[in-house]
């Protein structure tokens, strides 16, 4: 029942490797009366919840006041319902005046035992804003290395066993279609992230990611995973977003959910929020908050290297765009990539990929992030070798861009890039 606080940080989620989420959302064309398939009622949305609860005379501490982001996916009665603890299946009844009533229940895996909810909510869509509440029990597990929960008849009550009730209300936000175009590379970070009895606490960190928008659909990539979401309008004009994600994490499982704002000042586009993470290792459970940011990256700046040697980088063309192709592999469309280096001196450089993980092409373009191409390599030892290398003469000072790209568009991936002077 932990109601913890969220809105985004979207970086930390780099500790959740492989948490995948697919967000699709139906609307039903099916029509019928009070109980029936809603007739032009659709509850998708996210929802911002604010949750009050009663005091208890359990040792577990309870949320007094909490605040989380949830998302509704309706399709015909049936609501899929995303927390930051799980998705679990809901009911959607229509009760005219395009209000619903929403019920359904959890079960929440915290500190030593489980938490199991019953849920039911009043929708208004015409307000955009629901109330409701909550009844819960928890119990404690039997012992820390079973998740079997205590019998409560044969327990004390106020130690390992007790109930109460929560009160919800808050704003619902359905999917709008959004002002702005999020799609490109982005810098996030997170902070301010708490402690948990299994110890982890994700870093202070900054990684690079790239977003793709697709109407109110998202797509986050990162080094580790890949995440789903949504990203609307609201009516008060801003510009929000979701994502969730859900899988094996430390040894156990865990449930993910992001929330929070895009805001763009002039050219400047950004985003900030909270997230939350759950984390369940069989014994213990708990949840991990952090808030975080990001801003977008112009598409059209190439990392500089500086004019020293040898040169050592490494990057993952999956964060990448599309930006450049290649003389001699012009047909492919695969993310690259791109370098800014100006030679120390005159003389022969040669410039390798060798220790990428997927097939390359490597190339040399004239002047800085684009220009006449002086120079491409595909493949160093086909089919032995699907690295690249070239060797090629600069001016002292001379200032080129230098692509690493992959030899289609499903090649892509964690590459090297390295500069030295030729013998």
């Given at each position: 029942?932990?109601?913890?606080k ?7 989620v780099?500790?959740l490797a ?8 139906k609307k039903s064309?099916s ?12 509850v998708?949305?996210v929802?911002?919840r604010?949750?009050t609860?009663d005091?208890?005379?359990c ?6 006041i909490?605040?989380e982001?949830?998302?509704f996916?309706?399709?015909?009665t ?7 603890h799980g998705?679990f ?5 229509d009760l ?8 359904w229940q959890s ?5 030593g035992g489980?938490?199991?909810h019953t849920f039911t909510?009043?929708v208004?869509l015409?307000?955009?804003t629901?109330?409701?509440g909550s ?8 012992d820390?290395n079973n ?5 409560c008849a ?11 009730t929560?009160?919800?209300?808050g704003d619902m936000?359905p ?6 175009d999020?799609?490109g590379l982005w ?5 301010g992230?708490n402690?948990?009895p299994?110890a ?5 960190s900054?990684?690079?990611?790239y ?5 109110t659909?998202?797509?986050?990539e990162?080094?580790l995973f ?14 929000r ?18 929330s929070?704002?895009?805001?763009r000042?002039?050219?400047?586009l950004?985003?900030t ?12 459970a ?7 940011q990001g ?5 059209d700046?190439c ?9 050592n980088a490494t990057?993952?063309?999956?964060l990448e ?7 001699c ?12 280096w ?9 410039m ?9 092409v490597?190339y040399?373009?004239?002047?800085v992030?684009g220009?006449a191409e002086?120079a ?5 030892d ?17 200032v080129?861009t230098?692509?690493v ?7 892509a991936?964690n590459?090297?890039?390295?500069i030295e002077a030729?013998?």
């Amino acid at each position: 029942m932990n109601g913890a606080k969220l809105t985004i940080g979207v970086v930390s989620v780099l500790a959740l490797a492989g948490f995948l989420c697919s967000p699709g959302c139906k609307k039903s064309s099916s029509r019928g009366g009070t109980g029936a398939v809603p007739s032009g009622i659709d509850v998708s949305g996210v929802y911002m919840r604010l949750e009050t609860c009663d005091e208890s005379d359990c040792d577990e501490p309870e949320p007094s006041i909490s605040r989380e982001a949830i998302e509704f996916r309706q399709s015909g009665t049936n609501v899929t319902i995303v927390t930051p603890h799980g998705v679990f299946a809901g009911r959607v009844q229509d009760l005219g005046g395009n209000r619903a009533r929403v019920t359904w229940q959890s079960r929440i895996r915290e500190g030593g035992g489980q938490t199991d909810h019953t849920f039911t909510w009043t929708v208004d869509l015409n307000q955009e804003t629901f109330a409701g509440g909550s009844t819960w029990s928890y119990k404690e597990d039997a012992d820390s290395n079973n998740d079997a929960a205590l019998d409560c008849a044969r327990a004390e009550p106020e130690d390992f066993c007790c109930d109460g009730t929560c009160t919800d209300e808050g704003d619902m936000f359905p999917y709008r279609t959004p002002s702005m175009d999020v799609s490109g590379l982005w810098t996030l970070s997170e902070n301010g992230c708490n402690t948990c009895p299994l110890a982890f606490v994700p870093p202070v960190s900054s990684v690079s990611a790239y977003i793709i928008q697709d109407g109110t659909h998202l797509v986050l990539e990162t080094p580790l995973f890949i995440l789903e979401g949504r990203i609307f309008d609201t009516k008060a004009g801003e510009t929000r977003f979701f994502f969730s994600g859900a899988g094996n994490v430390l040894g156990g499982k865990g449930a993910f959910t992001a929330s929070g704002r895009f805001t763009r000042d002039g050219d400047r586009l950004t985003m900030t929020g909270d997230f939350v993470w759950s984390l369940d290792n069989g014994s213990r459970a708990c949840s991990v908050e952090c808030t975080g940011q990001g801003e977008r990256l112009s598409e059209d700046v190439c990392e500089d290297l500086g004019s020293t040697l040898p040169v050592n980088a490494t990057g993952n063309t999956r964060l990448e765009t599309g930006s450049f192709v290649p003389g001699c592999a012009p047909a492919i469309d695969a993310r690259d990539g791109s370098f800014r280096w100006v030679a120390p001196s005159t003389g022969r450089y040669r410039m390798a990929t060798r220790g990428s993980e997927f097939n390359t092409v490597l190339y040399v373009l004239d002047a800085v992030c684009g220009g006449a191409e002086i120079a491409c390599n595909d493949d160093v030892d086909p089919p032995n070798d699907r690295t690249s290398a070239l060797e090629i003469a600069l001016a002292e000072g001379q200032v080129v861009t230098i692509v690493v790209d992959g030899a289609d568009e499903k090649e892509a991936g964690n590459y090297r890039l390295t500069i030295e002077a030729a013998p």
